[in-house]
């Protein structure tokens, strides 16, 4: 039988998500890639372990992580059922709705109809009665914000989520959420963007949001996607995502690409860090930044990401190297 260390709580960093009474810890284990009906049912049993042995407390899914659809939150609710039951209430369990799930008109994007359906689909598949975080995963452009958001609202006051988040909406969007869920009586606990090193949108005015309106924030793929490790400074791996040429395409990684993740990496180094632990940090950096949401594949990925939070401290000379590479001002020596 499963029992976590008990000393779990005593080095893992916790953030408070805006202004709300929700600490997240400063880093959040996402089951998009590696948890699925495809994958090894034992490696993530062992990595959802480490993981809380380590003081993670946030697990994230989606309806339609696997693959197959929904095989993620299947094995998450088998995994909760055989280890985590007995410590539920530490944990923060998330999942999502906005992406397609199931064929026809009612099985993706942003209707009321297609949001709630999803949530219980969720909810039976992980063998729960509620979750901790309910996200509408992106804006539908033909719905409008008002029902999508309405929905979460319903999801919150009928007790099958705790708090209401989004995902992918820009910064104009989000300040129209925020008001539109202020209004109804539920505010918006959390945003969850991408932002790495490699993608910096929410500079662009949604992190001022956050910050101004006190939502919190958690960024996926810090790592984008494993650019941002030791993995491609030789190229491409035959066994990386990129060779898989799916979420990761063979040609986003060229000659120059390459130059400047070794020019990065050396950064790293002269900080004592790894690649990884690095770009993981760099986003945990800004304190409007709750969490950073990591993937991992193997047990030893769950330590190498919680080793960033020994150094989160960049001085004003490294971003502005870390800029000049990202710029191609600089390549490495």
Known sequence: MYVPDPKRYDSMQYRRSGRSGILLPAISLGLWHNFGGVDNFENARA????????????????????????????????????????????????????WDMWPGPYGNLGSRKYILASLDQSLKRMGLPYVDIFYHHRPDPDTPMEESLGALDTAVRSGRAIYAG???????????????????GTPLLIHQPKYSMLVRDPEQGLLDVLGSEGVGCIVFSPLAQGLLSDRYLQGIPSDSRAARDFFLKKTDIDEKKVSMLRALNGVAQQRGQSFAEMAVAWVLRDPRVTSALVGTSKVSQVDDNVAALKNLKFSAEELKKIDEILAGKQSAA
């Open 47 to 98: 990595m959802l372990r480490r993981a809380f042995d380590l003081g993670i407390t946030h697990f994230d899914l989606a309806n339609n992580y696997g693959p197959p659809y929904g095989s993620a939150e299947e094995n998450f609710g088998q995994i909760l059922k055989k280890d985590f039951l007995p410590y539920r209430d530490e944990l923060v369990i998330s999942t999502k709705a906005g």
């Open 166 to 184: 989004i995902s992918a909406y820009n910064a104009q969007q989000t300040a129209e959420a925020i008001k539109i869920m202020r209004s109804l």
